[in-house]
């Protein structure tokens, strides 16, 4: 598999995974809140897609240059190693409004 096949499979999974972050955020602060598998759910989320994030980048820095790519990958980063001192009012910032953002850079890319 060449580069620009990785890159759209990458960004296939990433839409994926991006679309069910929006249907369990769908569910509601109220449920994330009362919902003890709605946050680890949106943790794993946030992995998958920072990972994405990571390999996108990696394969084009200049493709994926925008600063929203980076934050993904680090706020993956923060959630796996220090899952210990998670706010779960930022996890659930990161998915119902920072994984929309996300989406629309990658709705812009699959569309170029």
Same mark, same amino acid.
């Given at each position: ?11 296939? $999974?990433? =839409?994926?995974?991006?679309?069910? #972050?929006?249907?369990?955020? =769908?569910?509601?602060?109220? $449920?994330? =809140?009362?919902?003890? &598998?709605?946050?680890? #759910?949106? =943790?794993a989320l946030v992995n998958r897609v920072g990972d994405l994030a990571k390999r996108l980048? #990696? ?5 994926? #240059?925008?600063?929203?790519?980076? &934050? ?10 220090? $899952? $210990? ?17 996300l989406a629309e850079l990658v709705r812009a890319q699959r569309d170029s």
């Amino acid at each position: 598999m060449n580069d620009p096949d990785r890159i759209a499979c990458w960004l296939a $999974d990433l =839409e994926s995974t991006l679309q069910q #972050a929006a249907r369990l955020a =769908e569910r509601g602060p109220e $449920d994330f =809140e009362h919902d003890a &598998a709605l946050p680890l #759910a949106f =943790e794993a989320l946030v992995n998958r897609v920072g990972d994405l994030a990571k390999r996108l980048v #990696a394969a084009d820095r200049d493709r994926f #240059a925008d600063p929203l790519w980076r &934050a993904a990958a680090r706020t993956r980063d923060f959630v796996v190693h220090h $899952d $210990d001192r998670i706010d779960t009012d930022l996890l659930w910032q990161t998915v119902s409004v920072s994984f929309p953002q996300l989406a629309e850079l990658v709705r812009a890319q699959r569309d170029s």
